[in-house]
């Protein structure tokens, strides 16, 4: 019954920006931690960033630090990744994701996550 719904995704040349947008229901928004996951062509999921329920810690994958920031939007019940400095290695598909516990995201559980979107592309160019 729950989903998440993302938008934003494109093509961006290197050194440029993007902003993932994901919505879902309030329910699902404010009693869950939100993040991102990202498959590469021929890859797993691995994890990119999450915020906790209240929005007071963030968690970031290495290869993102300094250049992606994720944050919540209360009155929307949306979760956003705004993405600066593109990299080509950030081209894949970008998939929301929502579940109660952090460790789900960082381990890139994605097994045990609870909800999930159905992504969106991301293409960076050299």
């Known amino acids: 019954q729950v989903q998440l719904i993302e938008s934003g995704g494109g093509s961006a040349q290197a050194g440029e920006s993007l902003s993932l947008s994901c919505t879902t229901d309030t329910d699902t928004f404010t009693d869950h931690a939100m993040g991102w996951l990202r498959q590469a062509p021929g890859k797993g999921r691995e994890f990119v960033a999450v915020i906790t329920r209240s929005g007071k810690n963030v968690y970031y994958a290495d290869s993102v630090k300094g250049r992606f920031t994720i944050s919540r939007d209360n009155a929307k019940s949306t979760v956003n990744l705004q993405m600066n400095n593109l990299e080509p290695e950030d081209t894949g598909v970008y998939y929301c994701?929502?579940?109660?516990?952090?460790?789900?995201?960082?381990?890139?559980?994605?097994?045990?996550?609870?909800?999930w979107g159905k992504g969106t592309r991301v293409t960076v160019s050299s």
């Open positions: 994701a929502a579940d109660l516990r952090v460790i789900t995201f960082t381990q890139s559980d994605t097994h045990a996550m609870q909800y």
